[in-house]
């Protein structure tokens, strides 16, 4: 586009005072832009799940590895002890507890009428008394041995009535006695199975443990000896705590890794290795709170990178954060992702993948406008709460408000006030007044 100047107000010994333009259609971008870094898809740092020895290492830092690959081995005689404790505990546990039913009360018999021995000895009284020749005598003795009958056979009705008296009490304590019994029963299978679910727990987390010692590759990547941040393995738990009724502890924080090779020492949550998976990189801007509003989702967005300079880089909006974030400078910044695509060099050959944790510069086109009526940007005066430019109409100075589209560096988009072709005042506006006389 050309855009005609024209200058006047001035000698060929001072600057000129007022410069003009013409007003054109051009295409005009709004970028906003934004410091970034690049991430990559996924990043898992690999620790070891109890403390041993490395046994085995079958990778070397940049090894590109799939996922479920065996990195390391780790060996830990501890950690199968515990399994072996874990599993002892379960048995122990898994044995039923027997209390027995309610302890067996006998009833009191007594026999129901008169005994066969003391009816056998009346009989043989009174065998005896009719021998008896003085026949006043021997009705005595027989009244009286009726009479001895009668009072034993009440006696015996009235003992019978205690006894069975006494057997329903006996019954009843027994009954009771049962019952007291089996809610005890009850109560001690309830704490059994709550003891055997800690114990169950303690084995399984014994058993991942010792699988944990085959460390592998949770997706595909490039693998780093070394690294920190969360583990990817389960560390050993205590069965002492499990088996107290604790849970499965909390995973320790994975330390950062000194020197990882075959037969050196490691702890329990010791960094082993970290795997990055490249296959997609990211970026992750820090955009001004004046400028995220403007910013959405499909978003386009051109990067550059310092350690590859001369080469842009395409990316798109994929995700504006809410949280906000504070500046070092007191102001407030929004979290952007984007997604990264390839680069190319000026001369359109291709530019290399750059590297997580590299930083960049992203400008991202939030407005454009391909045909607009388009004057330069320093035209643009604001008064007040009106956005103004000057026009040059007959010579004069017009004040012109106007509404903006598009806001380029450059050039602005100018929705109303002005038209195609209108000359206006481009340097010294902030100056003119109504009416002035431009030449």
Sequence with gaps: MALLLALSACTAEEAPVVQTATVARAPVSEVVEAPATVGARATASLTSPAAGTVAKLYVSDGDTVKKGEILARISAPQARDRLKEAKKADRQAAKPVSFGGAPSVPSLRLPNGIDPHVRKSFAQARQAARKVEDKAIRRHLLSAIDLAEKQHRSQQKALNGIVGGLNRMLTSFTGQLGAGMSGLSSSMSSLQAASRSQTRAAVKAAEETVEGLTIKAPFGGVVTLGGGGGSATPALPDLAELVSGGGVPAQAAGSSAGTIAEGVPVGQGEALLTVTDVSELNLRADVDETDV???????????????????????EVTGVGVTPQEGATGGVSYPVRLSLAEGRFDDGSEAPDPKPGMSAVVRMIVKESPEAVAVPAAAVVTSGRDTVVWAVVGGRAERRTVTLGAEGDAFVEVVNGVKVGDRVITRGADGVRQGQEIP
């Design 293 to 315: 509003l403007l910013v959405e989702n499909g978003t386009r967005a051109e990067v550059e990178f310092d350690a590859v300079p001369g080469a842009v880089y395409t990316a």
